[in-house]
């Protein structure tokens, strides 16, 4: 895939990712706010409600005393009647309707004394109504027909009602709040009023006057600017100024609890498409990468095989020479040629399958007891001859009183061997290099240090990567395909050892290797 595309494909995702994200959380204050709103009007229609209710219970305990009182008076101090009519003509059909309303007032005075009031007196009103319907029909001979009906004879509700409540609150005005309404009332009409609208939540409350707190309250109530809402009580009366305060300590929790489910099930969701999307991004680019470092080593294995296969062939192009045919030095030569570059090819090839074993955990290393300085001496002879070659040298500083390892010997000399042909290749100049050992508590060091090319911190943290190969463009001039140090790194993983690397660019590297002593 295009370098280009590919970013701008990775910057698309991320940004709708953003845009989910976003929006989950617009979702969820939107959300909160919503609720905290609707918890607020069902809060307020709660004490509005509780208001009224206190209002209209104080009314009918006044009601109650007044009826009985009333109907025991015989005769009103006065009483009027008046009549309203009016009168609706159908032209179509003939037909006159006149509907007359009268209302009947009847004044009593009762004594104030009656309801612990200091007036002397108070004068009640009392009303009802009169309704009828008169129906007249003009026939077509010009006869009349005139049907009336009596609609009703009844108290007039609202008017008496409203004229009631005039004269309790003349009365209740003067009466202190804490014997017109008891905390205990107060905080019934909450619970029944919370229960019906299905809010369960805790309340403290108090009963105000100019806004100062009267004897009527709850035990723990405390003004919070945020939790507690204020209606007014006992709206009917000029000079009252009771309000009622009721503080609900629980606004947030329950806010909170009502959209927690949604809430974490959003959150869990948008954690899964986080998750996977990240999951999703590191695997391509790491597939991206292989791919980049497979090609890489493909060229290089081509390059590889091109020169022992060309050498092949020319040796074989020349044993078909008659000449060569008869000259023992050519065709031992000829030969030597064939099986030395048919043995390149092997173990690179080896190698590959090597790894591949290792990766698959099909590769069994059996271990044994061996003198790691031993193997140290063993790995320099199968370079020594490639070293003064070079004009090079490897010299030895044994330090460790001790270096009896656990070890498979044929693959750790592997290791020894690949990291000091590294050291070898990677040498522009003469290879020199150096190998100490030292003791350090329980563990053997060995250090080899070279001072050839170096390498770059970045390049430092993946050599030990499966074909991973420092990229120096398309020169090849240092032979190779990135699986000698991963196959280090397996193999001293498996005799739970520990590799590490110091480098500088142009000043050399040394490869640290720790491994476990035995007694």
């Known amino acids: 895939m295009n370098k280009k595309l590919f970013v701008l494909l990775i910057a698309l995702m991320s940004l709708s990712l953003l845009g989910i994200v976003f929006v989950q959380g ?3 204050s939107n959300a909160y706010k919503t609720k905290a709103e609707q918890f607020t009007i069902n809060s307020k229609q709660v004490i509005l409600s509780v208001a009224r209710e206190i209002q209209l219970r104080e009314n009918e305990a006044y009601y109650q005393v007044y009826s009985a009182y009333v109907d025991s008076i015989q005769v009103p101090d006065s009483q009027s009647f008046t009549e309203l009519a009016y009168r609706i003509q159908n032209k179509a059909t003939n037909e006159t309707f006149i509907f007359t309303d009268g209302i009947l007032e009847q004044d009593y005075k009762l004594s104030s004394g009656f309801f612990d009031s200091e007036m002397d007196s108070i004068q009640f009103r009392k009303l009802t109504s009169r309704k009828t319907k008169t129906k007249i029909t003009e026939g077509i001979d010009g006869t009349t027909t005139t049907q009336t009906r009596v609609e009703s004879f009844s108290r ?5 009602r409203k004229q009631f409540e005039d004269f309790v609150s003349n009365v209740t005005s003067m009466v202190p709040i804490y014997k017109r309404v008891k905390e205990e009332e107060i905080s019934e009409l909450i619970s029944k009023e919370l229960k019906e609208r299905g809010l369960k939540s805790k309340f403290e409350f108090a009963i ?14 405390k003004f ?17 100024n009771y309000e009622l305060y009721v503080n609900f300590s629980e606004k947030e929790k329950l806010v909170i609890n009502s959209i927690l489910g949604m809430a974490i099930l959003s959150l869990v969701f948008t954690a899964v498409i986080i998750l996977a999307y990240s999951s999703a991004i590191s695997q391509i680019y790491k597939q991206r990468q292989i791919s980049q470092i497979k090609s890489d080593f493909i060229n290089n294995m081509t390059h590889e095989f091109k020169t022992p296969i060309a050498t092949i062939n020319l040796a074989l192009d020349s044993l078909k020479n008659p000449k060569v045919k008869d000259n023992k030095e050519f065709l031992n030569r000829y030969l030597g040629m064939i099986r030395d570059e048919n043995r390149r090819m092997n173990a690179q090839v080896e190698n ?7 990766e698959k955990n099909e590769l069994d290393l059996p271990k044994e007891r061996v003198d790691l300085q031993d193997l140290v001496e063993d790995s320099i002879s ?12 490897i010299n030895t500083h044994y330090g460790a009183l001790k270096s009896t390892v656990l070890a498979n010997e044929s693959h750790l000399t592997n290791v020894i061997v690949n990291i000091l042909d590294n050291a070898v290749k990677y040498s522009e100049e003469q290879p020199k290099i150096d190998i100490y050992s ?3 508590k329980n563990s053997v060091i060995l250090k080899i240090r070279d001072q050839g090319m170096g390498m770059s911190k970045g390049v430092q943290k993946k ?3 499966k074909f991973y190969r420092e990229h120096t463009g398309d020169i090849h001039n240092v032979k190779g395909h990135g699986l000698g140090l991963a196959y280090v790194k397996r193999i001293l993983d498996d005799h739970d050892a520990e590799i590490f690397v110091e480098s500088e660019k142009g000043k050399g590297s040394t490869f640290i290797l720790k491994l476990h002593l035995i007694s």
Do not use: A, Q
């Not at 007039?156 to 008496?160: G, S, T």
């Not at 919070?224 to 009252?240: A, G, M």
């Not at 199968?382 to 040298?393: C, F, P, Q």
């Open 26 to 28: 617009y979702w969820i």
């Open 156 to 160: 007039l509700k609202d008017y008496e």
């Open 208 to 221: 105000f006057n100019n806004n100062l707190e009267t004897k009527v309250r709850s035990k723990n109530f």
């Open 224 to 240: 919070n600017p945020d939790n507690t809402y204020i209606v007014p009580l006992f709206v009917n009366e000029n000079k009252s």
């Open 352 to 358: 590959v399958l090597r790894i591949s074993k290792l």
């Open 382 to 393: 199968h370079v020594s001859l490639i070293v003064e070659d070079k004009g090079g040298y």
């Open 438 to 440: 030292e003791n350090v």
């Open 463 to 465: 050599i030990f990567e």
